[in-house]
Structure formats: C-alpha cells, structure tokens
C-alpha cells in the first residue's frame, strides 16, 4: 500500500542533512546532478524543426533512474528539491519526465534557499509546479553553447589541428585575456614626476602634501626639465594656507556576498581558487556534521546574484549586533542594498543561515577551509548591517607661487562596521589614500608655512596587470558575460583547453590561444563579442521571466550565425597547409625554409620536405634560433665560470646555458620579453622554512613551479604540493604531494606521523555525485585519457574528462 512520500534532490550530502527534518512518512534520494543531456556523440538538436533537442540518459547514469523509477512505484507522491536555479529547474524537469510515467503519482516541486529545518518544513508545506520559464531559458543556453561548439570546433579541426574547441563563453573570456595581454605589449611607458613638501606650521606636527595642481591646472611634470624648473620656481617661494576644511566622514559597510563578490574576494582575502571556493561553499551549504545535532547547512545557496535578505534573517542579525556589540553599532532600521538590474530577487545574498552560528563556536565542527570561508561569509554579513565607521578628516590646501599643495588627515572616530569586517578594496582604497591614521596640526587660513624638504621623484606609468581569477571574474560579471552559476565553469574550461596557461597566479594567452583567438574573433567578430554575449545573457534572462520566446530568441542568433559559418568554411586560413617564406636557408640541403604549424606551435622546415626533412625552432620572438642558441642581453655571463649565456630550448621550454658546455653545465630558466631572453628572477616569499626558519621561495623547475627554501644546498626543504583535498581519515590534516625514494609521486596526509594515510592517485576536490565519498582520484589511460573515479571499491563511479572536453565543446 502506497503511504510515502519520495524527495529527489542531487547530493547524497543534501539528502542526509533534508533527512534528518522530515517525518517518517518521506525518504529522500540523490540524483547525483544531471540525468539527462544531450548526446555526447551527435548535436542532438533538429535545428529545422524549431530547435528540437533530443536528451537522452547521461552514461553511467543508468542505475541510478532505474533505482528512482522503481522507487517511484512504491509511492504517492515525489517531491524534486533541486537547486534553485535554471539548472536545478532542469534537473527537475528531466526528473518528471522519467518518472511521470511510472504511475499516477502527484509529483511537487519544493523550492528552499537554505537547507535548515525552518526552511524546507516551509518549502513542503508550500510546494509549486516546475517553472518552464527557467527550464526554457536553461535549455536555450544548452542548446546555443552546442551549437557554437559542435559547428565551430570541427573548423578548428580542419584549419589549426585536431581536438581544438569553441565555446560561446568560452572564446570570449580567452579573448578578454588576449586583449589585455596584448594591451600591455602595446603599452608605452610615460614618465611623470611628483612632487612632495615636508612642512611645519605653528602647531605640531609636521606633515606631508603633495602636489595637485600646476597654473590652475592638475599637476602634470613630464620630464627632467620641466621637474627642475618647478623645483627652481618653489626655492624661496612661500607656502601659505589657502584652505584648511574639516568634517566627519562616513565610511558605509559592503553588501553582503553575491558568488561573484565571493569569488573574488575569497581568491584575494584567502588564496583560493574560483573552483575551490565554490567546492568549500556547497559543504557549506549542503549540511556539515555538527555533533549531537546532526548535519545542519550553514550557509544559503551560493549560486545568487541578488543581495536580498529574508525579515527572519534580518531580525536574527539585528538582535545579535545590539546584544554583542552594542547599540552604538546597530542602525535605527535594517540596511536593503540595491540589487542590480536583471538579478533574480528571489534568492538571497549569501549568508550564514543563523547569525547565532558564529564562527568560533562552528570551528570544531569545520575543515581549515570550511572555517576560513565560513568566517568571511559570516563576518561580511553581519557587518553589512552594522552602522558605518565615521572619520575626523581634515584637508589641507597649501598655495606655492605656481603649485597648490594639498594634504588629507583622516582619524577613525567610530570603527562601526570596520570593528568585524573590512574587504580587500576597502583596504585597497585606504592605502591608496594614505589618508587613515594621518594626524594634520591645527592651522589658521593665511599662515605661512615652514619648508623643512622637497621630494621629488621620477615614475613611469606601468601596463595593466594581467588577469588573475579575482579580476577575469570581476570583469566577466561587469561585462554581463556569464552567470553566477558559470564562472567556475569558464575558469575550468579556458584553463584545459591549453588557450591560456597561469604564471604567478595570473593568467597569460598560449600562442595557441592567441592563433585560435583571432581566427574566431576575425571570422566570428559579433558572434563573440563583448557586448553581443552579453546580450545573449540578457536574452535568456527574459526567457526566464517569461518576456521572451526561447524559440524565437534561438532563431535570430542562428540566422546571424549560419552566415558566419558558411564564410569562415570558405574563408578562413588554413594552417596546417599554410606556409610562410622566410629568408632562411636550409643547413642540410640549401632549399630555403619555410614556417610552418605544428602540434606544438610553430617551427622551421626545409621546403624541400618529404626529400628534407630538417627542422628548427622559433625563439619567442617568432626569429629563427641559431643552431638551437640565441644570443642574450650584454652582461649576462655564467654565475660559476663567467661565460656568455646563451638561449637554448629544450623538452621544457627555454632556458639559458653557459656556452662552456660541456666543460660548464648552469643553466637558468628564462622567460621571453619583448623577444628578448631574460633570466627569470627567483620569488621571495613571506614564508619561513619549517626546517631552518630561512626565507622560502619559489622557483621553477623541470617539473613546473616549486616552492622552497632559500637556503638550499644548505637546507633541502621543499614545500609539499598542496591538493585542497581534506584527509578523510584524521579530517585535519591536506593530502599533500610526495615522492618516494624511487621517485614516485604519491599523496599523504602533511599531519604525518600523526596520520599515515596514503593515497597513490592524484585526489581531486570533487565529491562522488554517486556514493558521496568526500573526493575523486585522478588517473590517465592511452584509451580514455585523463579519468575522474572514485576510490571506494564498491561504487564503481567513473567519467572521462579528457572526452568531455573533446566532445562537448559548446560547454560554457
């Protein structure tokens, strides 16, 4: 007989922590994520018959629908609890599909933002239908990023080489990455002055101002010349007071976290990565084990754009403030921060799903990252509703003849918010003002001041800094290219396809990526530009709210994109035949030599090939390397013998060599700078060795980057390589990697001998979406490539990354 009731959402860690909060009359299974999808091995859409998709059961996939199908017999009715968002809605609706035709059960929809006992007794009293806006909004983005990567990629193919992608999202943020790097090569540095007078008036002390102005107009000192006539025109002028102002300032606290504001400031404040940060935030969110009370979620969803927070939560925060910190700190009415336009208001910011929870008490219960992202979660929300910290500032504006001088004081009259929370920009722009902590004497309009010294230095404008994931996502998110829901995929994404690599933290174009780039944007310009993803973005955005047709929205984008493709087919260059003359001369045979591209880049080859097949390599200036050496800069001799270095390449990229070689074997690693090698400079860090207490820092070697101790060959001390992954059996310590004597890498706990477990596959920061086991391990077959599977024997669970990303190119 027929009586429960069955809950679907997608984790087997969700499921346990809803378990715990419903009656006996329901039990709860996992999906583990998406069911469905389109074929890997086809398009899988008819585009001629209004964009039809056929979905079809996702590999592996299968046992998990029959054990939901037969479960689904037993039952009155089925309740889908996904996520709340597009793909959630999705999830949801393939979910029905399934399942609808397995009986006359009632199926629900069950929406919560936070997983807390409050909340989902809520979202099932209160249950809804699938929402077709958002699974047609979802759809339509699935279906145009297929389009774009099962259309385009196979170009790629045929003109560049094989197992290259597009995407949709994809391209535009390589392309973000080549505009700016490119940026900075056309970037000619300026020269510019300033100016500083260290002054004393009748009342101490004595302060800084620096110059503003020039003849009335802003201070502008280009060259030596113009420096030393300014310096001549201020000896034996006065300095007067002309204005001295003071007044209160208010400094107001930030909103609390959207994902991208997460993001971003966990890749600053804490050193994480776009992905880690979102991995650690779905604990969170899912339900960590909290003692006696079981598994509880901590935070509300993370994947929201909307700053939104709910009267319960709002009352909860305000109460705290006043009993923990006092009145003084508590506005007179709870502070609402705008959302931006097109945000979904019916999420929430991310917060702490009880402020009671505070991070200390939470800290037992928590992995060091846990507790780290909770303690900025949590502390960035109560403190965006604290008062704000008002400042004493005083502003000094000083007259010289032709420079007015100026000097800003600022003292911390009230900490407000700043007494919990203050974020990376806020600590940013003070240091840039220079202002905070600045005491300024108390002086009279009119007062003649005493000149004690005048600074003057020469600068030079620098390039804009390369992207690092903080700032590529703070750009995506002000260029309306993704969603919350997207970025981590983005960064995955562009980083596997080898189009851009990461040095110190930031990410720099491959020449691949730099090729692949302007073939698309030249063949494909409005298909992925800026502003024509964003306006896709905005398109789905109104299929959501029902203001557009998915169908209609997908038409016009295919009839633009239809006519770009057939052009490029025809027009596009093809590489691999494509052969540049250069003035070269084969050494073998005398024919001359031609560049050609390879898998690995370009390189040098006799046109006389098959006959010849001789072959040499480009330097990173694109010039043909002598013999395999390029001269370096003058100056640049052997540390040991004092021989010229010389460029070489080899198996691991550049590097310098001595020329003594044999006789003398330095080498250094070098990068290439404006075609120029120039040896790269070892990162000191601010971290000391464990072993020796010296300065570690961070090298380059055969193997990739490395951090250790400055003091080597003294002290040997290198610092393991870290894995985000928590030690399942201590759950204290990180699984780190080592070698073994024989020089196999395998990965430990780094709290040994206090914990001896020992993995011999790369663990990744994943959970299994099957059985929950806290990671995946990592291995690669000639046959599928790199393979994601879990390590507990009885699951079974396994996925071909290495396929995903050659098959579903469209992803975003």
């Not at 300026?190 to 100016?195: A, M, T, V």
């Not at 010349?225 to 002309?242: N, S």
């Not at 420079?403 to 007494?419: M, N, Q, R, T």
Request: proline content about 4%; hydrophobic content about 35%; some cysteine.
């Amino acid at each position: 007989m027929k009586r429960r009731s069955m809950v679907i959402v997608e984790s087997p860690a969700k499921a346990r922590t809803i378990g715990k909060y419903l009656g006996k009359e329901y039990f709860v299974r996992a999906s583990a994520g998406h069911i469905m999808d389109l074929p890997q091995r086809a398009l899988g859409v008819d585009i001629k018959h209004e964009f039809n998709p056929t979905y079809r059961v996702i590999p592996g996939k299968e046992k998990i629908v029959k054990e939901l199908q037969k479960e689904a017999k037993k039952v009155d009715s089925i309740f889908l609890a996904a996520d709340p968002d597009r793909e959630g809605e999705a999830i949801c609706q393939h979910l029905n599909y399934l399942l609808s035709a397995e009986g006359d059960q009632e199926i629900h929809r069950v929406l919560f933002n936070e997983i807390t006992k409050n909340a989902i007794l809520e979202a099932f009293e209160h249950p809804s239908r699938i929402d077709q806006h958002k699974v047609e909004a979802q759809q339509a983005r699935r279906i145009l990023d297929r389009i774009v990567g099962y259309k385009v990629s196979p170009l790629l193919w045929q003109k560049v080489r094989k197992g290259l992608s597009a995407g949709r999202v994809q391209t535009v943020s390589v392309r973000l990455i080549v505009d700016r790097e490119r940026e900075i090569r056309d970037f000619v540095s300026e020269e510019y002055w300033e100016f500083k007078a260290i002054l004393t008036g009748s009342q101490k002390p004595t302060f800084e101002a620096k110059a503003v102005r020039l003849d009335g107009e802003k201070f502008k000192v280009s060259n030596q010349e113009e420096a030393d006539a300014v310096l001549q025109d201020l000896e034996g002028t006065d300095f007067v007071v002309r204005e001295l102002n003071r007044k209160e300032r208010k400094r107001r606290p930030t909103p609390p976290f959207i994902t991208s504001k997460l993001q971003q400031e966990a890749v600053r404040k804490l050193g994480f990565t776009v992905k880690k940060t979102m991995s650690v935030a779905q604990r969170l969110y899912e339900g960590v084990e909290l003692g006696e009370a079981g598994s509880v979620g901590l935070i509300t969803y993370m994947r929201t754009d909307s700053t939104r927070i709910s009267d319960l939560a709002m009352e909860e925060v305000r109460g705290y403030i006043g009993s923990e910190f006092g009145d003084s700190y508590l506005p007179g009415k709870p502070v609402h921060y705008r959302t931006k336009k097109g945000a979904q208001d019916a999420h929430e910011a991310i917060r702490p799903t009880s402020t009671l929870r505070d991070p200390e008490t939470m800290k037992p219960y928590l992995s060091r990252d846990e507790f780290r992202l909770y303690s900025l979660i949590w502390k960035r929300f109560v403190a965006s509703q604290m008062t704000p910290a008002r400042f004493d500032q005083t502003e000094i504006l000083v007259d010289a003849g032709r420079v007015e001088f100026k000097a800003v004081g600022s003292i911390l009259k009230f900490d407000g918010f700043l007494k919990l929370y203050r974020s990376v920009d806020e600590e940013v722009a003070a240091q840039e003002e220079g202002a905070e902590g600045t005491i300024l004497p108390d002086l009279k309009k009119g007062e003649q001041l005493k000149v004690n010294e005048i600074v003057r230095d020469q600068k030079f404008t620098q390039p804009p800094p390369r992207y690092n994931e903080a700032s590529l996502v703070k750009a995506l998110e002000e260029k309306g290219i993704g969603r919350p829901s997207t970025y981590q995929q983005i960064l995955s994404v562009i980083m596997s396809r080898d189009y851009v690599a990461k040095e110190e933290k930031r990410f720099i174009p491959t020449e691949l990526g730099e090729i692949v780039n302007d073939l698309l944007v030249d063949h494909f310009d409005d298909v992925f530009d800026y502003d024509y993803t964003a306006k896709l973005e905005q398109a789905l955005d109104r299929i959501e709210e029902g203001q557009e047709d998915w169908v209609e929205a997908l038409d016009k984008f295919y009839a633009n994109f239809k006519e770009k493709l057939l052009s490029a087919r025809q027009e596009m260059k093809n590489l691999r035949r494509e052969e540049v003359k250069t003035d070269e001369v084969c050494d073998k045979c005398g024919h001359e030599m031609v560049i050609k591209w390879g898998k690995f880049g370009r390189f040098l080859a006799c046109s006389d090939f098959p006959k010849c097949k001789n072959t040499r390599e480009l330097n990173g200036a694109g010039k043909p390397a002598d013999d395999g050496e390029s001269k370096v800069d003058a100056g640049q001799t052997c540390d040991k013998c004092g021989r010229e270095m010389v460029l070489r390449r080899g198996r691991y990229g550049s590097f310098l060599a001595c020329s003594g070689y044999p006789e003398c074997k330095t080498t250094k690693r070098i990068v290439q700078v404006n075609g120029e090698a120039r040896p790269e400079s070892v990162e000191q860090l601010d971290e000391k060795c464990p072993e020796c207490s010296a300065q570690l820092v961070k090298k380059v070697g055969r193997f990739g980057e490395f951090t250790a101790c400055g003091n080597y060959p003294n002290c040997r001390y290198i610092k393991p390589v870290q894995t985000g992954v928590t030690c399942p059996e201590c759950e204290k310590g990180e699984l780190v990697e080592r070698k073994s004597r024989r020089g196999k890498v395998f990965y430990a706990c780094d709290r040994y001998p206090d914990c001896k477990y020992v993995v011999w596959k790369k663990p990744v920061p994943e959970k299994c979406p099957e059985c929950d086991s806290p990671f995946l391990l990592e291995k690669t077959t000639k046959k599928d490539g790199t393979v994601y599977f879990c390590g507990d024997k009885g699951c079974g669970y396994q996925r071909s990354v290495s396929e995903e990303a050659a098959v579903d190119m469209g992803v975003a």
